[in-house]
């Protein structure tokens, strides 16, 4: 049976005239764009900016909401009712979806950013919360959730469609959790050692911890981190590596 794989990356991440990773570079290897709503990051220029790119080149249209915080760029970890949490990702989503249809497109998927998606990774009701909140905007959209964690759990509970996410630069520990990006390892700068580990993830069907751990999990989709200096770098050697072994790449 022939593999396939979505190839994803968090994006539209710049500011006014403040840029953030190559956009256009890497929408030319991905499959699916997940496009800056404006709250840790993004304006509406640079959103109808990255949408339209990637429209031009085939690529999927996701929102990818986060905490409302520009400052330290949705990866710091905010307190909020359940109540803030709804109104913040359907907030988000509706002006991405708002977005993405003044440019001709759709918005096809969601996934949560940063410190916002980590938590949820943690805490299936926080998880459970969010999601609700976006399918109750759009009951069509795929929710790419971090494979093998609460946020999986969330969307099994919920029923709606959900894409299994793995990274390729991110260490994992044995609960499926990212590696807190504070931590020796945490973020890997090797396409090299990036590529077969996510090839090995994919031919065995799950999640290796950096301890060796193997944590069985649904892979639908990887994520390559555009604001790394080697982003370009990696995805490039990622994808000729997965085609090169038979791997068929598709959006979702």
């Known amino acids: 049976?022939?593999?396939?794989?979505?190839?994803?990356?968090?994006?539209?991440?710049?500011?006014?005239?403040?840029?953030?990773?190559?956009?256009?570079?890497?929408?030319?290897?991905?499959?699916?764009?997940?496009?800056?709503?404006?709250?840790?990051?993004?304006?509406?220029?640079?959103?109808?900016?990255?949408?339209?790119?990637?429209?031009?080149?085939?690529?999927?249209?996701?929102?990818?909401?986060?905490?409302?915080?520009?400052?330290?760029?949705?990866?710091?970890?905010?307190?909020?009712?359940?109540?803030?949490?709804?109104?913040?990702?359907?907030?988000?989503?509706?002006?991405?979806?708002?977005?993405?249809?003044?440019?001709?497109?759709?918005?096809?998927?969601?996934?949560?950013?940063?410190?916002?998606?980590?938590?949820?990774?943690?805490?299936?009701?926080?998880?459970?919360?969010?999601?609700?909140?976006?399918?109750?905007?759009?009951?069509?959209?795929?929710?790419m959730v971090l494979a093998g964690t609460a946020q999986q759990r969330a969307m099994q509970a919920l029923g709606g469609t959900w894409a299994g996410e793995i990274f390729a630069d991110r260490a994992y520990n044995d609960d499926a959790t990212l590696v807190d990006r504070s931590l020796p390892g945490a973020v890997l700068h090797e396409a090299d050692v990036a590529a077969p580990r996510i090839l090995s993830m994919l031919r065995e069907g799950a999640i290796i911890a950096e301890s060796g751990a193997r944590i069985e999990a649904k892979i639908d989709t990887c994520c390559l981190h555009s604001d790394t200096p080697e982003a370009v770098e990696m995805a490039r050697a990622l994808r000729s590596l997965l085609e090169g072994e038979g791997v068929a790449l598709k959006r979702l």
């Open 1 to 143: 049976m022939t593999l396939t794989l979505d190839l994803n990356s968090d994006m539209g991440e710049g500011f006014g005239p403040w840029k953030m990773g190559d956009d256009a570079a890497l929408l030319d290897v991905i499959t699916s764009a997940n496009i800056a709503c404006g709250f840790h990051a993004g304006d509406p220029d640079v959103m109808a900016r990255t949408m339209r790119m990637a429209i031009e080149k085939g690529v999927g249209i996701g929102a990818h909401p986060g905490f409302d915080d520009l400052r330290g760029f949705g990866r710091r970890r905010l307190s909020r009712t359940p109540e803030e949490l709804r109104n913040l990702v359907a907030y988000q989503l509706g002006a991405a979806e708002a977005m993405a249809r003044a440019v001709g497109g759709k918005v096809r998927h969601l996934k949560l950013h940063g410190a916002l998606s980590n938590m949820a990774s943690e805490d299936e009701e926080m998880a459970r919360v969010c999601y609700d909140a976006a399918l109750s905007v759009n009951p069509d959209l795929v929710i």
